[in-house]
């Protein structure tokens, strides 16, 4: 906090009576003392930061901050204000005044320290003592910790500086996330809900995140403390965040979600009563927040399931191997490049629907676009298709390093994919770059760095010394032998006929229904559609995405098939299921199987990978072609050979409805039971539910 605050950037009479003068008048000292270097250029930043959200807070403080490029270091300002300052506070007027000004680029320490002051703010002490600080150098030293509060006002030089252990709260040392999930996670965990305290979770945030977010964790934490309610806080700030452990969060009785950005990984808290308001109300009246929780939880009132984030949201939990977190990464990619593989592909489909497949070698509709000729119009969607497919590698590589190493991935894992494209290295290639971008990163970020380089290190030294690193490997070291390797696959689907190609296709469909959407189904789903993924591609690779999209189709359909044919097998859900389950799969959304897999795996996953297999093996064997990497039977018309793909479904899909209709028919009852409530309540049918939430 030292090289933030000294006494030239106090003014303990403030005499601005609007909160703009205020935020001019402090920033004037910020600029006086080489801390920001355009003054309106950096009040136009504070507005627009007041714009978002009002920055009073009840008990008479204000702390317009911002992010701005036009701070060349992380500054803290502090004024008093006899008369008050109006900042939007509910209870009135700010006598203390906190302008913060943090770089664009701002590190995490610094941040961290910022993050401190924000929870310091929440102790009366603390305030009670900068109101009554005589001096300026007084008031910089208790900012600073050098000078803490006094219970009941005041200063003393006499005692430990409190910034460390209050920076410690904010990092996670002995704050919330980690240090608190001690108390939730040890001896006590196996205690009954009546001998123990309620254990509530929480998770703070704000646009900006450098304030409010720890304002509200501190407030949260002591209306806990005086409640004798356990409050663990994650707090998903700018100085970073670690993530609630998974025990912690299940020993929890209820969640308080208090932000104004979204909440990263909040399929995290499904299921537990929850409260869910602005970060503001968890500053202003945490106390109203424990109490509505717990009135919740006394009714039994829970949020419903909610859907999984992205990969990238759920990566690097603790305890998580190496492998879950390689498969996490490359998932990271696959999810974020599928959307433009799908607009892309069906955009180029759509472009040889209207002018036909000569249409790829059409002019540059900038030269030459008709309006009332389909063949321009063809001619448009196909290019613009192209353009779309163009960022496949590139996003792929970005985001698998994003995945690895957040933000500071993004620009050489796009840099390393956008080389693999150039030099046709392709899809294998933008897996090696953004696994490169990523460990890069992660290498760089493990390097002290003076304090003086940390503002600039997020925005120039880290994308500056990583993409170096990663061009020169993927141009000089391996980009030629994975192109190489790339041309080897091509030339090796391109001569696939006959056996190898039925062998092919089986193996294509065994992936796609092993787990309907999960990372085995991507990778047969990621091989298909790079092979598409050029203005020619060839009639294998056409095959091949053909066979995929065939067998993906094949679970939901056979499920949809099997409890209209033998619903009294399936319980009254299932069979509400499987009415969806017919649009699902004709929309080619494998997905839509996976309530009965969940169920039944042992009966559903094996008879869905055979009907799979026969598909694909009958759709490669029928010479079926597809240049859409989706759709369903909505690119019917742009398939080679309709008519038999389609009966390379529709046997697949019987395949399957039939061994999943004699596995179920095969269950015995339990003792006094019989039906598909029989079944449910068998112990076979108890056996397979704990395998299927254990895998």
């Not at 006499?158 to 904010?170: F, G, I, M, R």
């Not at 977010?213 to 998903?236: D, I, K, N």
């Not at 119009?377 to 497919?389: R, T």
């Not at 203005?535 to 409890?563: D, F, H, Q, R, W």
Request: hydrophobic share 50%; charged share 15%; aromatic share 6%.
């Amino acid at each position: 906090m030292s090289e933030m605050i000294n006494a030239d950037l106090v003014d303990l009479d403030l005499s601005a009576e609007t909160k703009e003068a205020a935020a001019r008048a402090l920033a004037e000292r910020m600029v006086a003392s080489g801390r920001v270097t355009d003054l309106e250029g950096f009040l136009a930043d504070v507005a627009a930061r007041e714009a978002q959200m009002p920055t009073g807070l009840d008990g008479g403080i204000g702390i317009p901050h911002c992010r701005s490029e036009h701070v060349t270091e992380p500054t803290l300002a502090f004024g008093r204000s006899t008369a008050g300052i109006d900042f939007g506070a509910a209870d009135g007027p700010a006598d203390l005044i906190f302008l913060i000004a943090a770089p664009a680029g701002a590190d995490d320490a610094h941040l961290t320290i910022l993050s401190s002051l924000a929870r310091q703010l929440m102790d009366a002490d603390f305030t009670a003592a900068l109101r009554s600080a005589d001096d300026a150098l007084a008031a910089a030293e208790l900012i600073r910790g050098e000078r803490p509060a006094r219970a009941g006002g005041g200063t003393e030089d006499s005692v430990a500086a409190p910034a460390a252990a209050s920076t410690d709260a904010a990092t996670g040392d002995a704050g919330a996330a980690t240090g608190g999930a001690d108390a939730v996670t040890g001896d006590s965990l196996g205690e009954p809900a009546g001998e123990r305290p309620f254990r509530i979770v929480a998770v703070t945030s704000c646009p900006t995140g450098i304030a409010h977010t720890y304002m509200a964790a501190e407030s949260l934490e002591s209306a806990g403390r005086e409640a004798g309610v356990e409050v663990v806080v994650e707090t998903q700030g700018s100085a970073g965040f670690t993530r609630l452990d998974p025990g912690v969060i299940a020993a929890a009785d209820a969640v308080i979600l208090a932000h104004d950005v979204p909440v990263r990984d909040k399929a995290r808290f499904a299921g537990k009563p929850t409260v869910d308001v602005g970060v503001k109300a968890g500053i202003n009246r945490p106390a109203e927040l424990i109490s509505e929780v717990r009135a919740k939880a006394e009714r039994g009132e829970v949020t419903a399931p909610a859907a999984p984030g992205t990969p990238v949201d759920r990566a690097g939990e603790s305890g998580e191997g190496y492998g879950t977190k390689l498969r996490k990464w490359l998932m990271s990619g696959v999810s974020y490049m599928v959307p433009f593989v799908a607009a892309g592909g069906l955009l180029i489909a759509l472009g040889f629907a209207i002018g036909g497949y000569e249409i790829n070698k059409a002019p540059s509709v900038m030269e030459h676009f008709m309006w009332t000729q389909a063949d321009s119009w063809g001619a448009l969607f196909f290019q613009i298709g192209g353009v779309a497919f163009n960022f496949l590698v590139p996003v792929l590589a970005g985001y698998i390093a994003y995945g690895m190493a957040d933000r500071p991935g993004l620009v050489p894992g796009f840099v390393g994919g956008a080389i693999s494209f150039t030099i046709n290295a392709g899809f294998l290639g933008g897996l090696a770059a953004g696994l490169i971008a990523g460990a890069v990163v992660m290498g760089i970020q493990r390097v002290r760095i003076p304090a003086t380089l940390r503002g600039i290190m997020p925005v120039v030294v880290i994308p500056l010394i990583s993409s170096a690193i990663v061009g020169f490997l993927m141009f000089v070291v391996i980009g030629k032998p994975i192109a190489s390797a790339q041309k080897a696959m091509t030339d090796w689907l391109n001569g696939l006929t006959g056996t190898n190609a039925v062998l092919l296709g089986m193996l294509l469909g065994l992936m796609m229904c092993f787990d309907l959407g999960g990372p085995v189904n991507k990778v047969a789903y990621t091989f298909a559609t790079a092979g598409i993924a050029v203005a020619a591609p060839s009639e294998s690779a056409m095959k091949i995405m053909a066979a995929v999209m065939a067998a993906g189709m094949v679970p939901p359909l056979a499920m949809a098939l099997a409890t209209t044919v033998r619903g009294r097998l399936f319980t009254q859900t299932e069979r509400e299921n499987g009415k969806a389950a017919w649009v699902l799969g004709a929309s080619f959304i494998s997905e839509g199987a996976i309530p009965f897999a969940a169920a039944d795996p042992l009966r559903v996953i094996p008879s869905a990978m055979v009907g799979g297999a026969v598909t694909g093996a009958l759709s490669m064997a029928f010479g079926a072609t597809l240049r859409a990497p989706h759709g369903g039977i909505f690119v019917v018309p742009l398939i080679g050979n309709p008519f038999l793909y389609l009966i390379a479904i529709a046997a697949g899909v019987c395949v399957t409805t039939a061994l999943v209709v004699v596995l179920k028919s095969l269950r015995k009852p339990a003792a006094g039971t019989s039906g598909a409530g029989a079944a449910d309540g068998s112990a076979v049918a108890a056996a397979e539910r704990k395998q299927a939430v254990a895998a």
